[in-house]
Nanobody, 116 residues
Framework: QGQLVVSGGGLVQAGGSLRVSCAAS????????MGWYRQAPGNQRELVAT???????DYARAVQGRLTISADNAKNTVYLQMNSLKPEDTAVYYC??????????WGKGTQVSVSS
């Protein structure tokens, strides 16, 4: 069964940077979109950024200009470079992948904490 393996995250001061990555296992094929969602305590899970296989990106307005999503299609891996982090970016970040057949995968969340 396919899985998404997440690495990165952690604790950083406001204004700092972190990077998270997510690799889709080899059994996941025909990937269409990969991306990141996040969920802060007491809030619903929300979109952070997505990237299609062709490289088209989409960002939540709150992160535009600070967070950058990229992908290595050969490795089925997606990255989220987070710069100029704010305390309100504190959340559990989840990797997301959807195949051409609309099969959706979620990775285990990784905690990103930004101190003020």
């Amino acid at each position: 069964q396919g899985q998404l393996v997440v690495s990165g995250g952690g604790l950083v001061q406001a204004g700092g940077s972190l990077r998270v990555s997510c690799a889709a296992s080899g059994s996941i094929v025909m990937l269409d979109v990969m991306g990141w969602y996040r969920q802060a305590p007491g809030n619903q899970r929300e979109l952070v950024a997505t990237i299609t296989r062709g490289g088209t990106t989409d960002y939540a307005r709150a992160v535009q200009g600070r967070l950058t999503i990229s992908a290595d299609n050969a490795k089925n891996t997606v990255y989220l470079q987070m710069n100029s982090l704010k305390p309100e970016d504190t959340a559990v970040y989840y990797c997301y992948a959807r195949t051409w057949y609309n099969v959706v995968y979620w990775g285990k969340g990784t905690q990103v904490s930004v101190s003020s």
